[in-house]
């Protein structure tokens, strides 16, 4: 079955060191997207890509990155992490018709020390 | 600007209870797609419903139903005769136009008591 995985799915690192969250998925998806939930903000946009070579900022974008070089993968890295940036990283990806649907990963919880 | 707001932080309910989870929206799009999520104490993002700004019938499956009302800008999602294993967080999300981008609520926590 075609699916949407992440890893790892916990981490704890330090302050300052440059953390790297996979995402994969399956389903030949074009569209992929970061979010990060935190306690009354719900889901937050991080960064977007709508195909191979192309990558979007979204509403928290600062001090993050990411790359697209295949349809399957879209790494987030964290340059240089801060305590802030403690969340969970939810990964997902959609097709390109109208009637898709975002279909979600099992999310990274990351701790900043 | 696009915005999905949901003014229930927390519900909590007895189990048969039927339930009401609100949500109103934001848009300028004319075409628009509203959407609910249940997140269960597990931690993933279940997809629960998709619907286009174009149709305003209500969905019912199962003992879940979803007004969606244009005029007053709500996507509302009843529970009826609730159930323990109904706790979770609940997201209604708006995607607009041709961004295929979601923005999210910040969650309604049900918690259904036995």
């Known amino acids: 079955d075609a699916e949407i995985t992440q890893s790892p799915r916990h981490k704890i690192t330090e302050t300052g060191r440059q953390v790297t969250l996979a995402c994969h998925q399956t389903?030949?998806?074009?569209?992929m997207f970061w979010y990060r939930q935190d306690l009354g903000h719900g889901l937050r946009l991080i960064h977007y890509?709508?195909?191979?070579?192309?990558?979007n900022k979204g509403e928290v974008s600062d001090g993050y990155s990411v790359s697209r070089s295949n349809t399957e993968d879209l790494p987030l890295t964290l340059e240089s992490a801060a305590s802030s940036q403690t969340s969970v990283y939810f990964c997902?990806?959609?097709?390109?018709?109208?009637?898709?649907?975002?279909?979600f990963g099992p999310g990274t919880r990351l701790t900043v020390l | 600007a696009q915005k999905v707001t949901q003014a229930q932080t927390e519900i909590s309910v007895v189990e048969k209870e039927d339930v009401t989870l609100d949500c109103v929206y934001e848009?300028?799009?004319?075409?628009?797609?509203l959407f609910w999520y249940k997140q269960p104490p597990s931690g993933e993002l279940v997809f629960l419903i998709r619907?286009?700004?174009?149709?305003?019938q209500n969905e019912i499956s199962g003992r879940y139903s979803w007004n969606f009302q244009k005029s007053t800008s709500s996507f509302n999602f009843t529970i009826t005769a609730s159930q323990v294993v109904d706790s979770a967080v609940y997201f209604c999300?708006?995607?607009?136009?041709?961004?295929?981008?979601?923005?999210f609520g910040t969650g309604t926590l049900l918690a259904v008591q036995p």
């Open positions: 997902a990806s959609r097709g390109s018709g109208s009637t898709d649907t975002q279909y």
């Open positions: 999300a708006l995607e607009g136009g041709a961004t295929n981008k979601l923005i």
């Open positions: 890509s709508y195909g191979v070579q192309d990558t």
């Open positions: 389903w030949n998806h074009n569209n």
């Open positions: 619907r286009n700004s174009f149709d305003e």
């Open positions: 848009t300028r799009d004319t075409t628009y797609y």
